[in-house]
């Protein structure tokens, strides 16, 4: 079914050094190549030409291949209509009937795109098998004589200029990657952008794999018969809800047959469409009858009806057509039935349920007989709000392991969620095309970065090159935020005094934009009341000044409520916060140098460590148990408190007062979220804005539709609340430089220092309290520090592996060479589960 690609004779004169590196040996041709002039002295040498029966599709892409060979060369090039006789030969290889050379292309059912570059005595020929590897032929030529399309706008575009052009070449060429949809855009991205940038970056694909969730499409199509039959609907409780994300009753036959017409009827009103999804609606709500049980699992399910339109599809005497699906989810662990062999089934790498590995549910799929792609995330903007060294599409190390990894495992489909986030992961963002086409490129990326600072940054690149490898390859050391943006601005001084070059200071001013997003990001977070709401509103007149660039997700973060701190607002009438206003050079320049001046990069005399948010009870470690620790119940503000729920009680109930500032109490009521990270739509599982800031203490349940680990969030408007959770239950609290702990009055807390640790290091804001190792024994006392700031303090001989201890402390204290979770006990700290499974070994 899959053919694997074979290039030949891959050598291009005019693309250099970096194209002869990029050949495998055993493809370059042992025969001379013919060398063909294109342009000199300012005159097109050849036109380009395409055949009479060329496609509206492929005479638009000739049109614009002859545009950009005139503003490489400065020559204008004609486009007309001929034979393959002569000339820059543009087309399918079907539309030629007397081509100068036999074409060969093995092609499967769904692998289509090949293309071929050759010059001969007569000419270049730019040759495809689908109007979309016609495409990707042409942008590879263009990208071998050097131009880029590094980032989404004109000013990451990179045009060389080349009087001579000439040619030598023979290369043929197919992707590794069927389709290649990572990075895709958000829902709401400049799609023309986007589909420019897809488009000369080799991203089109003839074939379409449709993965997205299709049941509700599926009811709003039979709304008859859904009406008709509400049995059609799983029973979840005592009813069968229907809704935009209602699951299906799938044991019933006559909803299957509903699914089945349905999907013949639109493959019959498309017959050139390759598939159709049927992946289940988001979020939970399976059936819970005893039919369906009956049937097996989730995944069980949702791939029977996978199964079953996969045959009557193909049943249609309309050629291969395939059915697309996730892995996702509660349907995302590996089925204990055989899959259809034109099911794609597309794991996601994220919203895991099962307890898998990544690598479990690849396997698993796979032993199924599914053909199989993978779902990945680039970026989520509730997860990383645009910040460096946050997202997968930015982690390079992340991109050349996995990508190769989930190709030699099988997958041979892309797709990933992503943001408009070309600031934080843009260089990420545009290797990754690179990998999917060719995986082998993963051991060339060293070369493919250094052709990126080349191009984009030219003399600038040295400062460049550290600029990037903070925030694209830097992704295991800990660094503070202030810290992250000092070094950045700092980089960005040094390239602007390298460079007069107009383009180059364009993409230098997007950059130091972006940075000053970052800054104002981190004053914003770190503020309280009303500091935090005047804060947010100069991130959000910003980034929306800013919005053409193209460096943030401003929709995400102006126009989606779902994505926002609930501590801040956006007026009603957001005209007031919105300014076109073009940012000046004397304004940028003024941005630079107060960013220098108000962030400071930070020297340590110790290596921070990075530890998931992945937690799991401490109490697997059989630690030794302590007297219990205490804090202040009272707290103002925003707060967060993670905890653990069990399977037989998925609830917290809390004893709340609000209001106990009473000059205070204008600020509203407190407002309670609880998130789960097995949430697939990451918003929170339960609200409660009930409890009122009058003093009175009140009762109040959030209920989770699961177990295991949850965070809890309240917010007063800083009018102070107690809090008080039911004892016994795990309550654990983070304390990270980028998100410290928030603790009113004295507090006594115990952290994990694992096994092997030598220093425990961090940041303190107070002077008062002392350190106590695993013995109870005071190792250091922060009344001897004559300021705020880091401490460094050696683990004694056999005291790691132990409950260390803050007593009788103020203010925060930022853990950063051990795991940054603090609690009153072991019964109630939650650690990382990659400490928990090393340290109990």
């Known amino acids: 079914m899959w053919k694997t690609k074979c290039r030949i004779h891959q050598m291009s004169a005019t693309f250099g050094f970096l194209a002869f590196l990029i050949a495998p040996l055993s493809c370059l041709s042992a025969q001379p190549l013919f060398e063909v002039h294109l342009a000199a002295a300012g005159r097109a040498q050849l036109p380009v030409v395409v055949s009479p029966k060329a496609s509206p599709e492929v005479r638009a892409a000739a049109e614009e291949f002859a545009d950009y060979l005139g503003r490489i060369s400065g020559a204008p090039f004609r486009v007309e209509e001929g034979d393959s006789a002569s000339g820059i030969v543009v087309g399918l290889v079907s539309s030629f009937a007397d081509l100068p050379f036999a074409v060969d292309f093995e092609l499967g059912s769904v692998s289509r795109d090949q293309y071929l570059l050759r010059t001969t005595d007569n000419g270049l020929y730019l040759l495809g098998t689908t109007p979309a590897a016609v495409q990707c032929a042409l942008w590879d030529f263009l990208h071998r004589q050097g131009y880029r399309q590094f980032f989404l706008t004109d000013t990451w575009e990179v045009v060389p200029h080349r009087p001579q052009l000439t040619s030598a070449i023979d290369v043929v060429e197919q992707p590794d ?16 952008l986007w589909t420019r940038w897809q488009k000369r970056n080799r991203m089109n694909s003839s074939f379409s794999l449709s993965t997205g969730h299709a049941y509700g499409g599926i009811v709003r ?41 349905d999907a013949v009827r639109e493959m019959k009103g498309q017959p050139e469409r390759d598939s159709i999804s049927m992946d289940p609606s988001d979020g939970g709500g399976w059936c819970e009858c005893e039919a369906c049980r009956a049937m097996g699992s989730v995944s069980d399910r949702a791939l029977t009806l996978a199964n079953e339109v996969a045959v009557a599809i193909n049943d249609l005497g309309l050629g291969e057509k395939y059915v697309g699906m996730y892995a996702y989810n509660e349907h995302s662990p590996p089925p204990s039935i055989q899959a259809h062999p034109n099911v794609v089934i597309s794991v996601a790498t994220a919203f895991i349920r099962g307890g898998y590995s990544i690598e479990e549910l690849v396997s698993g799929w796979q032993s199924q007989g599914a053909v199989l792609g993978i779902r990945d995330y680039h970026d989520v903007f509730a997860w990383s709000h645009d910040l460096p060294r946050s997202a997968r599409g930015g982690n390079i190390e992340y991109l050349t392991r996995m990508i190769p990894w989930f190709y030699e495992h099988g997958s041979r489909f892309m797709n990933s969620e992503n943001m408009d986030s070309w600031g934080a992961n843009g260089l990420g963002y545009w290797l990754t095309p690179q990998l999917l086409w060719d995986v082998g490129n993963t051991d060339r990326v060293d070369m493919l970065i250094e052709d990126f600072l080349d191009s984009a940054f030219g003399a600038a690149k040295e400062p460049m090159r550290s600029f990037y490898k903070l925030i694209n390859r830097d992704h295991k050391s800990v660094r503070s935020h202030q810290d992250v943006v000092a070094r950045m601005y700092r980089d960005l001084e040094q390239a602007r005094a390298l460079t007069s070059d107009p383009q180059v200071r364009a993409r230098l001013d997007d950059l130091v934009l972006y940075t000053r997003y970052l800054e104002l990001y981190g004053e ?7 500091a935090r709401q005047e804060g947010f ?17 401003t929709v995400a973060l102006c126009d989606r409520d779902r994505f926002r701190d609930r501590a801040v607002q956006v007026p009603e009438d957001a005209n007031s916060w919105k300014s076109s206003e073009p940012f000046g050079a004397d304004e940028i320049s003024d941005i630079l140098q107060s960013g220098i001046a108000a962030n400071q990069p930070t020297v340590l005399d110790f290596e921070a460590e990075k530890y998931s948010d992945d937690l799991v009870p401490a109490t697997e470690l059989n630690l030794t148990s302590a007297a219990a620790g205490s804090y202040d119940e009272r707290g ?28 205070y109490r204008d600020r509203g009521n407190v407002k309670f979220s609880l998130y789960s990270p097995k949430e697939a739509t990451l918003d929170a599982v339960d609200h409660n804005d009930s409890v009122p800031p009058d003093g009175e203490p009140r009762r109040i349940v959030l209920t989770s539709p699961y177990s295991g680990l949850h965070r809890l969030e309240w917010n007063d408007g800083s009018d102070m609340t107690r809090v008080v959770l039911p004892k016994g239950l795990p309550l654990t609290i983070r304390s990270t430089l980028e998100e410290p702990m928030r603790l009113g009055g004295r507090w006594d807390l115990y952290f994990y ?24 024994k005071v190792v250091f006392d922060f009344g001897t520090m004559n300021a705020a700031g880091y401490f460094s303090v050696p683990v004694p001989e056999r005291q790691d592996g132990k409950l260390w201890k803050f007593s009788n402390s103020r203010g925060s204290r930022a853990l950063m060479t051990v795991p940054p979770y603090l609690a009153t006990s072991v019964e109630t700290l939650l650690l990382p589960r990659e400490i928990v499974e090393s340290d109990s070994q």
């Not at 990657?177 to 023309?192: H, K």
């Not at 009406?227 to 009753?249: I, T, W």
């Open 177 to 192: 990657y069927v389709t290649r949809q990572a990075p895709r855009g958000a829902p709401w991205s400049d799609r023309e």
């Open 221 to 261: 199509r039979n709304r008859q018969a859904f009406d008709e039959h509400p049995e059609y609907f799983a029973l979840v409780g005592a009813g069968r809800p229907g809704g935009a994300n209602a699951k299906f009753c799938v044991s019933n036959s006559g909803l299957r047959q509903v699914v089945v017409d």
């Open 524 to 530: 914003y977070r770190q503020a309280d009341g009303k």
């Open 537 to 553: 509103a100069r991130v959000w007149r910003h980034a929306y000044r800013m919005r053409d660039r193209m460096m943030l997700s």
């Open 636 to 663: 103002r503000g925003r707060q967060q408190v993670y905890t653990w729920l069990p399977e037989n009680h998925r609830q917290v109930e809390l004893q709340v007062t609000g209001g106990l500032i009473k000059h």
């Open 753 to 776: 220092v694992p096994r092997g640790t030598t220093i425990v290091g961090g940041y303190t804001d107070s002077t008062l309290g002392n350190l106590l190792d695993g013995d109870n």
